[in-house]
């Protein structure tokens, strides 16, 4: 028995480090959690978009289709179990105290029936420093022309986006005698508002004309269309020409309210797009919206507002549809569409669109390419240990085995009648020590493969 256990330890040896460093050893993927989304500090809402994803190496994908709960401990604990789509992005709403968010809260990302959270930590991101974040456009353009008027533009909803048609305000602050202004564009297509009034004051034709017979400002409200990347509206009466040059922007989606609905549109083929609804004190919904093609050639999908953010149905504090092709909501096309159009009042201010994208509060990537990184060192820590104590107990057995041939052969010397002295020494090789050595060897043996399989575990 002593014997054959020596041959094979060995080959048990051998047979661990194989499993140690070919199966518990190589890198496995990671799987973890972003979560990002506006202040957490001070707020009634949480609007969180939470990222699923993994990652092998340098390659990460996400975790499409895959059930999620989310765990918030805000005045208690709230739990709110959502799928991902087909990106690892899920959106989830927490309505919680605000008095319970004055430091933040907790928030732990789960799998279910995985014990390990995804990503866990606590986020305290207040209004100030999100709104750090902000780009706000929108602004009146000054038209170039005589004194004895002044002309100024602005697109009614904060942008004036290429190829498509949006609003847009023409401003005549002052006029010194009655007259008739024709709009016209260069570069910039222009149309009467659909269903509406295309002026406020007094309109000559179904057209862009415009009779001015008062001393005080008059607003125009057209549709425009930029077919470049850059133009002018004049008004124009007789050869007088007030112009003011546009910069119409490369939007890549815009956003507009119906109702309820909120309606994305984009000029481009795009199979999705991202929104997010917030207003001045935070960020409030966010969806991924599924886009097709409709009859004049763009693309569009809808949302329902109520399912978003119900917060903004019914009031007149200002609120913005941020929107863009890109989830991160943070390039120079993404623009903030007002849910609500701001009412036109002559000499003004220009009606404003603001952009705040998504801030990250938390990501677990690190922690779980770190906790990779600690389980490999653990099943080499576990490998290196095993043939350590490996090696001594084998030259321990075959010290044993020698002691115990040699003390065969002192009896059996005895036993031939050799002489006693000679046969006692043989037979008197024998160490307690020696045994207690090689058991202590096989305890930590058995430690060794224990750390294995909790690495193998963990």
Known sequence: MLRTTILALPALAALVVAYALLVVGPSRPSRFARVSGGPTVDVAVLALRVEAAERLGEVERPLADTELRVEVVAGG???????????????????????????????????????????????????????????????????????????????????????????LLVEVERVATPRELTLVGAGVELRPLRGASPVLGEVVRPGLDLRLSAPGPVVAIVEARATGFGGEVCATSGETRWCAELAPVRASVVARREGEVIVLQSAVPRDVVHADVIDEGGRLGGATVALSGVADGTFVGRVSLRALAPEVLGREAPAWIVASAEPSLDSQSTLGWPVQPAAVVAGGTAPRGVVVPPVALLDGAAFALARDADRRKGANRAAALFVLFAM??????????????????????????????????????HSVGLYVVVALLCVGLGFAVIGLLAVVQG
């Open 77 to 167: 604990e709230h739990v709110v179990r959502a799928t991902t789509d087909a990106r690892g992005v899920a959106e989830i709403r927490v309505p919680v105290p605000r008095e319970a968010t004055a430091s933040g809260v907790a928030i732990a990302v789960y799998e279910p029936r995985v014990p390990r959270a995804l990503v866990r930590g606590t986020a305290a991101l207040d209004v100030r420093a999100w709104r750090s974040r902000e780009r706000v456009h929108g602004r009146w353009t000054v038209a170039e022309g005589p004194a004895d008027a002044g002309v100024r533009v602005a697109p009614a909803r904060g942008a004036l986006p290429s190829d498509l048609w949006e609003p």
């Open 392 to 429: 001594g107990l084998e030259v321990s057995l075959i010290l044993l085995h020698v002691r115990l041939k040699h003390r065969e052969l002192g009896e059996h010397l005895a036993r031939a009648g050799e002489s006693a002295a000679g046969a006692a020494a043989l037979a008197g090789r």
